[in-house]
């Protein structure tokens, strides 16, 4: 009997080391399962900071793209009014340089009529430079004639 409680005793010993082994082993699985759960969870903090960043420059991106329409509305508002005054100023010099060729008809016509009379001594009268003209040509087709 005291060899079978000796040898109980010897397996239960053997037995006690393998338990307490096996409970090494799992506490340092259990450590490192830990440590590597603590590294993701900083891991993850970075992560998330990071996307918070990102999500705070897309927002400055969204807003800063806002403006930069806005900006180019207005430009393209103020292109259009030049645009506009841009015609109304062609348009303008249109009438102005009919105007002009009008009155140049216009100042024509009165110097036209103004030679009808004489200004001052000296002058011809539209008249007398016609038959001054007419005498000139005539006398310039019998010389002609005559040679």
């Known amino acids: 009997v005291a060899a079978e409680v000796r040898a109980l005793a010897q397996r239960t010993t053997s037995a006690s080391r393998e338990v307490k082994q096996l409970i ?5 699985h259990v450590e490192d399962g830990t440590r590597q ?3 993701a969870q900083v891991r993850m903090d970075e992560a998330m900071t990071l996307v918070e960043k990102t999500v705070m420059l897309l927002q400055e991106i969204k ?7 806005a900006g ?3 430009v393209n ?3 259009s009014h030049l645009d506009s005054l841009t015609q ?3 348009a303008m010099v ?3 340089a009919a105007a002009a060729s009008s009155m140049d008809q216009q100042v024509g016509v009165v110097h036209s009529s103004i030679q009808v009379f004489r200004l001052a001594d000296g002058d011809r009268t539209l008249a007398e430079l016609d038959a001054v003209t007419l005498r000139t040509q005539a006398q310039g087709a019998t010389l002609e004639a005559e040679a």
Do not use: I, P, R
Request: charge should be negative; hydrophobic fraction near 30%; avoid cysteine.
């Open 72 to 74: 180019v509305s207005q």
């Open 24 to 28: 090494e082993e799992s506490l340092s």
């Open 63 to 69: 807003n800063a793209t806002a403006e930069q329409e």
């Open 77 to 79: 508002d103020a292109v």
């Open 94 to 96: 249109e009438e102005l």
């Open 37 to 39: 759960t603590s590294q």
């Open 88 to 90: 109304q100023n062609a």
